[in-house]
Each structure stands twice: as structure tokens, then as C-alpha cells.
């Protein structure tokens, strides 16, 4: 059984970025001075051809009915960098991630919570469980180069299920 932990840059930084504003990092002044502009906080990458375009979409995901989650499968996007960003207040979801080329590397699996103002990017190839989120309704903006192809998502049963919590 694995215990989601909040997540930070730091931890999650093999992974993707943690995209938040944050008083630590580097900001412009913008809109007369009124807003504070934190720029670069994730690269977005597109390994394809031209075929790929980016798609701005939207994933309405509903609460995880009970815990602890029963984690069979990961996926990855190869090609693509994949962006979420709540829209929704009150916002709490899992960030389940794990290194790996062919399959997930296990060794490597990481739980992580992230809440209201955060949002995450997945590097292209990184093995993850779709969105859950915790407690209410959310629905994020995504991000990602898509060409329709059965390439856009890659998807890996796991032999054993992994019980996984919430922080």
C-alpha cells in the first residue's frame, strides 16, 4: 500500500514540473502591476511530426468513490508532454507516477496530492494513472499533441494490483 504525499517541485521534478505560483521563483510584473508573471514554469514538447497538434481539451474527472485505490494499470504518452491545470475550486487530486522505457519501473512509483492553485505536466513517456481526484468533481484543462493514432496513448496492465491512499 503506497501513501500519497503533498507534492513539491523537488520530489516531483523527475516526473514533470509542478506548475503553482510560488513567491520563491523568478516573476515579472505584468498588467500595470497588478499580477505577477511566472514564466517557463514547464516545458511542453511535441517529439512527433507535424501531424501532432496540440490540443487544448478539457477532462471532467468525478471523485474517486472509496479508498484505497486499486491501481492496475499506468499509461504514456511517448510523443507528447501532457499539461493539467484545475479550473475548479477546492481542487484536490492524485498524481500517480513512475519511471520506466517498455514498462513502469514499480521501484520508482510515486504518489503525490496536489490542491487548489497547482497544477502538473507529465514529461513525455512518463508512465502515470489517470487523473483521480479526491473529495468533489474537477475539471482541468489539458494540454497535449495529439495526431489520433493509437501512439498518442500507451497503456500497461500491471499483474498485481497497489493499493494506494491519499495523504
Same mark, same amino acid.
Given at each position: 500500500m503506497i501513501k500519497a504525499v503533498p507534492i513539491n517541485r523537488e520530489a516531483y521534478s523527475p516526473f514533470g514540473s509542478l506548475i503553482a505560483a510560488d513567491e520563491n521563483l523568478p516573476f515579472k510584473y505584468a498588467n500595470m502591476q497588478t499580477a505577477k508573471r511566472y514564466d517557463y514554469l514547464a516545458d511542453v514538447a511535441n517529439l512527433r511530426t507535424e501531424s501532432a497538434k496540440l490540443n487544448l481539451c478539457v477532462f471532467r474527472c468525478n471523485p474517486l468513490a472509496q479508498f484505497p485505490l486499486q491501481l492496475k494499470l499506468l499509461e504514456k504518452h511517448q510523443f507528447s508532454t501532457? !499539461? +493539467?491545470?484545475?479550473?475548479?475550486?477546492?481542487?484536490? +487530486?492524485? !498524481?500517480?507516477?513512475?519511471?520506466?522505457?517498455d514498462k513502469p519501473d514499480l521501484e520508482t512509483l510515486k504518489v503525490f496530492e496536489a490542491t487548489n492553485g497547482q497544477g502538473i505536466s507529465y514529461k513525455p513517456g512518463i508512465w502515470h494513472y489517470p487523473m483521480t481526484a479526491v473529495g468533489e468533481p474537477i475539471? +482541468?484543462? #489539458?494540454? !497535449? #499533441?495529439?495526431d489520433g493514432s493509437k501512439e498518442d496513448c500507451e497503456v500497461f496492465n500491471l499483474e498485481t494490483a497497489i493499493e494506494i491512499l491519499p495523504a
Amino acid at each position: 500500500m503506497i501513501k500519497a504525499v503533498p507534492i513539491n517541485r523537488e520530489a516531483y521534478s523527475p516526473f514533470g514540473s509542478l506548475i503553482a505560483a510560488d513567491e520563491n521563483l523568478p516573476f515579472k510584473y505584468a498588467n500595470m502591476q497588478t499580477a505577477k508573471r511566472y514564466d517557463y514554469l514547464a516545458d511542453v514538447a511535441n517529439l512527433r511530426t507535424e501531424s501532432a497538434k496540440l490540443n487544448l481539451c478539457v477532462f471532467r474527472c468525478n471523485p474517486l468513490a472509496q479508498f484505497p485505490l486499486q491501481l492496475k494499470l499506468l499509461e504514456k504518452h511517448q510523443f507528447s508532454t501532457q !499539461v +493539467f491545470m484545475p479550473m475548479t475550486s477546492n481542487a484536490k +487530486f492524485l !498524481v500517480i507516477v513512475s519511471l520506466g522505457e517498455d514498462k513502469p519501473d514499480l521501484e520508482t512509483l510515486k504518489v503525490f496530492e496536489a490542491t487548489n492553485g497547482q497544477g502538473i505536466s507529465y514529461k513525455p513517456g512518463i508512465w502515470h494513472y489517470p487523473m483521480t481526484a479526491v473529495g468533489e468533481p474537477i475539471d +482541468f484543462a #489539458c494540454l !497535449v #499533441c495529439e495526431d489520433g493514432s493509437k501512439e498518442d496513448c500507451e497503456v500497461f496492465n500491471l499483474e498485481t494490483a497497489i493499493e494506494i491512499l491519499p495523504a
